[in-house]
């Protein structure tokens, strides 16, 4: 799944250990949401639209919806 999470947290000039924090995650999971590697939970997802004041929509996005 693509994200732009990584772009929102760098709007805000925020280090992955300070995103991470505000979440209540490991540094790593950050990585890995951010690199593609890790699909977060649906709550976890609600968590970060709640953080930067979006939709989940606009930070994820599924790849296999541009293939219809």
């Not at 999470?5 to 995650?25: F, G, M, N, T, Y």
């Not at 890995?32 to 968590?47: K, N, Q, V």
Request: cysteine-free; proline content about 6%.
């Amino acid at each position: 799944m693509k994200n732009r999470l990584r772009v929102l947290r760098a709007e805000r000039e925020w280090s992955q250990q300070d995103l991470a924090e505000r979440l209540e995650v490991s540094r790593q999971s950050v990585n890995a949401i951010e690199t593609g590697r890790y699909d977060p939970s649906l709550p976890l997802a609600f968590r970060i639209a709640d953080l930067f004041g979006l939709p989940i929509e606009e930070i994820f996005h599924n790849p296999a919806k541009d293939i219809q």
